[in-house]
């Protein structure tokens, strides 16, 4: 079992920045790919980006490339999302997920084995 516990949402103006933190116990991280997820009022969650578990190869939505960046730090079984340039439109509740033994990134919610409980994320106009 993995528990993982999203932190560093909040209220944020439009071009400000965060960044979300996922820490993982139970299991060590180096064994899964992981990523992160968002969920609008109304809509579906969609994948934002991912990462192997490497790090070396990561995968981002169109709509957050060039202002977000994954990361990872495997010594310290946490996952990054910094997110800048930050838009009203990225206002969402933020999921981390967690596949094992994913090589590459993976785009598609069903095939991640864990998810945190989500950090609200408000970009104010």
């Known amino acids: 079992q993995v528990q993982l516990v999203e932190s560093g949402g909040g209220l944020v103006q439009t071009g400000g920045s965060l960044r979300l933190s996922c820490a993982a116990s139970?299991?060590?991280?180096?064994?899964?790919?992981m990523g992160w997820f968002r969920q609008a009022p109304g809509k579906e969650r969609d994948v934002v980006a991912a990462?192997?578990?490497?790090?070396?190869?990561?995968y981002y939505a169109d709509s957050v490339k060039g202002r977000f960046t994954i990361s990872r730090d495997n010594a310290k079984n946490t996952v990054y999302l910094q997110m800048d340039s930050l838009k009203p439109e990225d206002t969402a509740v933020y999921y981390c997920?967690?596949?094992?033994?994913?090589?590459?990134?993976?785009?598609?919610?069903?095939?991640?084995?864990?998810w945190g409980q989500g950090t609200q994320v408000t970009v104010s106009s």
């Open positions: 990462i192997s578990r490497s790090g070396a190869s990561t």
């Open positions: 997920a967690a596949d094992f033994g994913a090589v590459q990134p993976v785009l598609r919610e069903r095939l991640y084995d864990y």
């Open positions: 139970g299991r060590t991280l180096s064994s899964y790919g």
